[in-house]
C-alpha cells in the first residue's frame, strides 16, 4: 500500500513528517444516511463509517486482528469477524474495508474516482435525476443531461433504491461497462457507457467581485493543498478570501494543514495524540497573512475541515461564520488484517491550537447565521476591509 497514509503498522510520526495518515475516512457519511439532499458520484463510499457509541471508545488493534485471523482460520469471512469486535467495542469511526472498498477509499482521497461522471438526486416526485454530468466523461459524450431520469442501472430498477446505493452501482473498474437506463420528456432508452477513471474537483475558485474571492474546498483529498494556496496566491492584489468548507466531510491532515498554511506564517495547527503520546502539526511559513479572511462552516464541516476552522479562528487569521460544525475531531489509522481487508480504528483526538477539544463538541462559529450564511460572511468580509 504505497503512501504513509495507509501504512499497514502505524509508526510516531513527528514535527516535519509527512502526515497523511487519514483523519476521516467518511467522505459521504451524511449522504449513506440519506442526510444530504444532493450526492455526488465521486463522494460515495460503501461503507461510510456510522457513529454507532461514545466518541472516545476505541477499538483494540490486537483484538480486532487476532479475531479475522480465528475467522479466517475456521474458513469464515474475517471481515466480518473483525467488524463485530469493531461494532461491541463502540469506536464511533471504526470501520473495516475489504481490499477492493478500501483501494476505492484511496483512489478518493488520491482525488479520483472510477465511474460514469455523473451526479444524482431523488426528486420531490421520489425518482432519480441526474442533477449534474462531468464535461468530458463518458456520461457527457454520450448526450446525457442534467435533468435526465435515471431508470435503471444494468437493468435494475433504481426508484425505490438510497441514492448512495444508486451511485456506488455507478461507480465500478476502469474500461468496464454500465448500462443506464434514462428518460427525457418521455421518451425512454438505454445507454451504455464504459466506466473511466476521472479526477474530483475538491478545490473551486469563484471571483464574487473586484474585491473578494470564493475557495471552495469540498474535501481535502490529495493537492488540494497545495491548490488552496494556489488560489490564494492568484487571488487580485488586496482581495478578501471567503473560504467556503461548509459540507466539508474531511479528508488527508497533510492537505489540511497545508491548507491552513496558505493563511498562516507557519507556527501551530493543531495538537493531536496516538494512543497517549501526544504530537503537534505546524504550518509551513510564508501564507499570506494579509487578506481579510473569512471561514464559512455548517454542521457538515468535519475532521481535517475543522482542524483547518479552529486553527484560523483560535488563531485569529478568519472569522467563522455559519453553524456550528459536527465535531469530529477523532484520528483513525489503517492496519492490515491477515485476510487482506483494513481496519481503520481510532487512535487518539486533536485540539485546535488553544487547546479546545473539537470531538463531540463541534467548533462554534464568531458568527452564528442559520440561514442566508454566505450573504452574511461576504458583508463580514466587506467590514473586514477587503480591497480597502
Same mark, same amino acid.
Not at 169 to 193: F, H, I, P, Q, Y
Given at each position: !500500500?504505497?503512501?504513509?497514509?495507509?501504512?499497514?503498522?502505524?509508526?510516531?510520526?513527528?514535527?516535519?513528517?509527512?502526515?497523511?495518515?487519514?483523519?476521516?475516512?467518511?467522505?459521504?457519511?451524511?449522504? #449513506?444516511?440519506?442526510?444530504?439532499?444532493?450526492?455526488?458520484?465521486?463522494?460515495?463510499?460503501?461503507?461510510?463509517?456510522?457513529?454507532? %457509541?461514545?466518541?472516545?471508545?476505541?477499538?483494540?488493534?490486537?483484538?480486532?486482528?487476532?479475531?479475522?485471523?480465528?475467522?479466517? #482460520?475456521?474458513?469464515?469471512?474475517?471481515?466480518?469477524?473483525?467488524?463485530?469486535?469493531?461494532?461491541?467495542?463502540?469506536?464511533?469511526?471504526?470501520?473495516?474495508?475489504?481490499?477492493?472498498? $478500501?483501494?476505492?477509499?484511496?483512489?478518493?482521497?488520491? *482525488?479520483?474516482?472510477?465511474?460514469?461522471?455523473?451526479? #444524482?438526486?431523488? &426528486?420531490?416526485? %421520489?425518482?432519480?435525476?441526474?442533477?449534474?454530468?462531468?464535461?468530458?466523461?463518458?456520461?457527457?459524450?454520450?448526450?446525457?443531461?442534467?435533468?435526465? +431520469?435515471?431508470?435503471?442501472?444494468? *437493468?435494475?430498477?433504481?426508484? +425505490?433504491?438510497?441514492?448512495?446505493?444508486?451511485?456506488?452501482?455507478?461507480?465500478?473498474?476502469? +474500461?468496464?461497462?454500465?448500462?443506464?437506463?434514462?428518460?427525457?420528456?418521455?421518451?425512454?432508452?438505454?445507454?451504455?457507457?464504459?466506466?473511466?477513471?476521472? @479526477?474530483?474537483? &475538491?478545490?473551486?475558485?469563484?471571483?464574487?467581485?473586484?474585491?473578494?474571492? !470564493?475557495?471552495?474546498?469540498?474535501?481535502?483529498?490529495?493537492?488540494?493543498?497545495?491548490?488552496?494556496?494556489?488560489?490564494?496566491?492568484?487571488?487580485?492584489?488586496?482581495?478578501?478570501?471567503?473560504?467556503?468548507?461548509?459540507?466539508?466531510?474531511?479528508?488527508?491532515?497533510?492537505?489540511?494543514?497545508?491548507?491552513?498554511?496558505?493563511?498562516?506564517?507557519?507556527?501551530?495547527?493543531?495538537? $493531536?495524540?496516538?494512543?497517549?503520546?501526544?504530537?503537534?502539526? $505546524?504550518?509551513?511559513?510564508?501564507?499570506?497573512?494579509? +487578506?481579510?479572511?473569512?471561514?464559512?462552516?455548517?454542521?457538515?464541516? !468535519?475532521?481535517?475541515?475543522?482542524?483547518?476552522?479552529?486553527?484560523?479562528?483560535?488563531?485569529?487569521?478568519?472569522?467563522?461564520?455559519?453553524?456550528?460544525?459536527?465535531?469530529?475531531?477523532?484520528?483513525? !489509522? =489503517?492496519?492490515?488484517?491477515?485476510?487482506? @481487508?483494513?481496519?481503520?480504528?481510532?487512535?487518539?483526538? $486533536?485540539?485546535? =491550537?488553544?487547546?479546545?477539544?473539537?470531538?463531540?463538541? *463541534?467548533?462554534?462559529?464568531?458568527?452564528?447565521?442559520?440561514?442566508?450564511?454566505?450573504?452574511? #460572511?461576504?458583508?463580514?468580509?466587506? *467590514?473586514? %476591509?477587503?480591497?480597502?
Amino acid at each position: !500500500m504505497p503512501g504513509p497514509e495507509f501504512c499497514p503498522r502505524p509508526r510516531r510520526i513527528r514535527r516535519g513528517a509527512a502526515l497523511t495518515f487519514v483523519f476521516v475516512t467518511v467522505l459521504a457519511t451524511g449522504a #449513506a444516511t440519506n442526510a444530504l439532499p444532493h450526492v455526488q458520484e465521486p463522494a460515495a463510499h460503501p461503507l461510510a463509517a456510522r457513529p454507532t %457509541g461514545p466518541a472516545a471508545a476505541t477499538a483494540d488493534r490486537d483484538a480486532v486482528a487476532r479475531a479475522a485471523a480465528e475467522a479466517a #482460520a475456521d474458513g469464515k469471512s474475517g471481515k466480518e469477524a473483525a467488524e463485530e469486535v469493531v461494532s461491541r467495542s463502540g469506536d464511533r469511526w471504526g470501520a473495516v474495508y475489504d481490499k477492493r472498498e $478500501y483501494d476505492d477509499l484511496r483512489q478518493d482521497l488520491d *482525488g479520483e474516482y472510477t465511474g460514469v461522471g455523473l451526479s #444524482a438526486a431523488r &426528486s420531490g416526485n %421520489g425518482r432519480v435525476e441526474v442533477t449534474r454530468v462531468r464535461p468530458g466523461g463518458p456520461a457527457d459524450r454520450a448526450g446525457v443531461e442534467a435533468g435526465d +431520469r435515471l431508470r435503471a442501472i444494468d *437493468g435494475r430498477p433504481v426508484d +425505490r433504491r438510497p441514492v448512495t446505493e444508486v451511485v456506488a452501482l455507478l461507480r465500478g473498474n476502469e +474500461r468496464t461497462s454500465v448500462a443506464l437506463g434514462l428518460e427525457r420528456a418521455g421518451r425512454s432508452w438505454t445507454e451504455t457507457l464504459t466506466r473511466a477513471t476521472l @479526477s474530483t474537483e &475538491s478545490v473551486t475558485v469563484r471571483r464574487i467581485d473586484d474585491h473578494a474571492v !470564493m475557495i471552495k474546498v469540498a474535501a481535502f483529498t490529495k493537492g488540494s493543498g497545495a491548490r488552496v494556496r494556489e488560489a490564494v496566491r492568484e487571488a487580485p492584489e488586496g482581495a478578501g478570501v471567503l473560504l467556503d468548507l461548509r459540507g466539508n466531510a474531511g479528508g488527508l491532515v497533510k492537505e489540511a494543514v497545508a491548507a491552513a498554511a496558505a493563511f498562516l506564517d507557519g507556527g501551530l495547527v493543531a495538537t $493531536y495524540d496516538v494512543r497517549g503520546t501526544q504530537h503537534a502539526l $505546524y504550518a509551513d511559513p510564508g501564507g499570506d497573512t494579509d +487578506r481579510p479572511v473569512v471561514a464559512l462552516v455548517d454542521s457538515g464541516t !468535519m475532521s481535517a475541515a475543522e482542524l483547518v476552522t479552529g486553527a484560523l479562528q483560535d488563531r485569529g487569521r478568519a472569522v467563522t461564520v455559519g453553524s456550528r460544525t459536527f465535531g469530529k475531531g477523532s484520528v483513525q !489509522m =489503517p492496519s492490515e488484517l491477515p485476510d487482506g @481487508s483494513v481496519a481503520e480504528l481510532t487512535v487518539g483526538h $486533536y485540539r485546535t =491550537p488553544a487547546g479546545h477539544d473539537v470531538d463531540g463538541e *463541534g467548533i462554534t462559529p464568531d458568527l452564528a447565521v442559520p440561514e442566508r450564511a454566505e450573504e452574511r #460572511a461576504q458583508k463580514v468580509l466587506g *467590514g473586514l %476591509g477587503a480591497g480597502s
